[in-house]
């Protein structure tokens, strides 16, 4: 699956310049499902994928740690269009869910249209030409292409870029040193003594993996407390397999059911609701039956639930009973030759450090720029997108899971999906040649979320709703909202059609009206 500089060659001369082009950023779960529907529903084969990586999975590719699996259940984590009977847990993990992609990869027969090891530098907007100019990287070589693109498609996601906290003397310490995202299968850790740095959902996973080992010591160093709720994992029976795979309907009423009362889930993080506090006293109550008593004070969060993501329990509190782990609450100052020195000026002598501290949600490795030269980062962090799909200033730019299109208690992929699924509208003028250019509107609601936890601070993941309602609003463009370029008379009749409908309701109702009081008469 490796391809040189020749092969990127090969590749765009495939790319015909009669039809509109388009480049898919990131040969991820977003990027896949791009390209299956952007062939499928459009009918369009005039793209490239580029992945910079030498395999395709993007987040399930490099994430590799002990215990690293979905916290949704993989019926729901899947798409609608390609369900899968044979999950053999509610809850599946790394390995299952890279192979499920990997099937639909091949399937949909997209190997021919990726070009792996490339890595798009900057994509840039040619207002005058109407164009993107894509600077790529070949990565074996180090050579630079040139390329150009009408439609360009960020799929690159937000779990890519690793962040290391800002603790001084990372570069000092002579042990192995990593985050969880890049994890080291070639160090042993028996007979270690491991610190931890961070206890969200990936370092609460692969913590009571690593800890079934008797002789590996860890030190869990923590900042914030973590909400964390019961994981009931259970596994499938072979009946229940064969009654998703045969029976009609039977999948995709339970994939419905898992969709209907997660989304409910939403109303549980709304701060201070009566939902809220009943949820704030039941995670109480099982964290607090479940926990070491020595740990409660400082495990149990005194903000409400919703705040920061939920974690789900990977039997990591019951992990925290056993003699080799240990919760460290006391601030880190710097990390040294040997270990870590606390604020209080106590050193912790380690042998190796995890880093289990999540990702940046605004740091891309690629530059975008727009019309008069603004960046999209610029964008991300100030103004915010519309439905996290396109920016002011960046025509013909879509992305996939941008700014506040997330969710902290639904199915990733229903978000892609219905992403997608509105991308493919807003593209249709372009790809059929009705339209040159999209422009995205100035107007952009700000995003808040009820019971963000920093004062002033903006929310830059979430959607600040329900995952139904977010579909909902994105079902249809409101294409009075977009400026068309090069289409005018096409979008002049989609808002004369607009228009007509609405009046033919109108109608319909007055008529409606008029008759129930004849009737009444």
Same mark, same amino acid.
């Given at each position: ?27 991820? *779960? ?40 979905? $916290? ?5 984590? !899947? ?28 399937? %949909? ?65 002579? &042990?192995?040193?990593? %985050?969880? !995202? ?5 160090? $042993? ?40 709720? +019961? ?35 939403? &109303? ?51 992990? +925290? %009973? ?22 209080? &000026? $106590? ?13 940046? +949600? ?15 980062? %610029? ?17 013909? +730019? ?17 978000? *892609?999906?219905?992403?997608? &699924?509105? *991308? ?6 372009? *790809? ?7 422009? !995205? ?81």
């Amino acid at each position: 699956m490796l391809r040189n500089l020749l092969s990127t060659h090969d590749q765009l001369s495939n790319m015909n310049r009669d039809t509109p082009r388009v480049v898919i950023v990131g040969a991820g *779960i977003a990027g896949i499902t791009m390209a299956v529907n952007l062939r499928n529903k459009l009918h369009h084969d005039n793209f490239v994928i580029y992945e910079k990586a030498e395999s395709i999975g993007g987040t399930w590719r490099d994430n590799t740690y002990p215990g690293c699996g979905s $916290d949704v259940p993989g019926h729901w984590y !899947s798409l609608s269009t390609e369900p899968n009977p044979y999950w053999e847990n509610y809850y599946i993990t790394q390995p299952e869910i890279r192979t499920y992609w990997e099937e639909i990869y091949q399937k %949909h027969d997209l190997a021919s249209r990726t070009v792996f090891n490339t890595c798009v530098k900057l994509v840039e907007w040619d207002e005058e030409k109407g164009v993107h100019n894509l600077t790529l990287e070949d990565v074996t070589s180090g050579q630079m292409i040139q390329t150009q693109a009408e439609v360009v498609i960020q799929a690159v996601g937000f779990f890519t870029a690793p962040m290391y906290p800002d603790i001084p003397g990372k570069e000092k310490f002579t &042990g192995p040193l990593w %985050h969880s !995202s890049q994890w080291r299968h070639d160090v $042993d850790l028996k007979g270690m003594t491991v610190g931890v740095i961070g206890n969200g959902c990936s370092a609460t996973q692969f913590v009571p993996v690593i800890a079934a080992e008797p002789t590996t010591r860890i030190i869990n160093f923590c900042r914030t407390p973590q909400w964390i709720a +019961l994981r009931s994992n259970y596994h499938y029976s072979n009946w229940a397999k064969w009654a998703f795979a045969h029976v009609p309907f039977l999948m995709y009423a339970y994939r419905c059911f898992m969709m209907i009362t997660g989304d409910l889930l939403w &109303g549980v993080f709304l701060a201070n609701s009566p939902l809220n506090t009943v949820f704030k006293k039941l995670l109480t109550w099982y964290m607090r039956s479940t926990a070491p008593a020595k740990y409660l004070d400082d495990l149990i969060p005194t903000y409400p639930p919703g705040c920061k993501r939920l974690v789900l329990d990977s039997n990591y509190l019951a992990a +925290l %009973h056993q003699p080799n782990v240990d919760l460290n609450w006391t601030g880190i100052q710097e990390i040294v030759e040997d270990g870590i020195v606390l604020k209080t &000026g $106590d050193k912790v002598p380690l042998d190796a450090i995890i880093f289990g501290t999540g990702f940046y +949600l605004v740091e891309r490795e690629i530059v975008f720029r727009g019309i008069g030269g603004r960046t999209l980062k %610029h964008c991300f962090e100030s103004e915010g997108g519309y439905y996290g799909t396109v920016f002011p200033g960046f025509p013909n +730019l879509f992305t996939i899971v941008g700014p506040n299109s997330a969710s902290a208690h639904a199915s990733l992929i229903f978000i *892609i999906e219905t992403q997608v &699924g509105y *991308i493919l509208k807003l593209m249709n003028p372009i *790809i059929n040649g009705k339209a040159k250019s999209l422009k !995205s509107p100035k107007r952009l609601q700000p995003i808040t979320t009820p019971g963000f936890k920093s004062a002033g601070a903006k929310n830059l993941a979430t959607f600040p709703g329900m995952m139904s309602l977010y579909w909902w609003i994105t079902r249809k463009p409101r294409w009075d909202d977009f400026k068309v370029v090069g289409g005018e008379q096409w979008f002049y009749q989609q808002l004369e059609r607009k228009v007509a409908l609405t009046n033919y309701a109108l109608v319909g109702l007055m008529v409606s009206i008029v008759g129930y009081i004849f009737s009444m008469l």
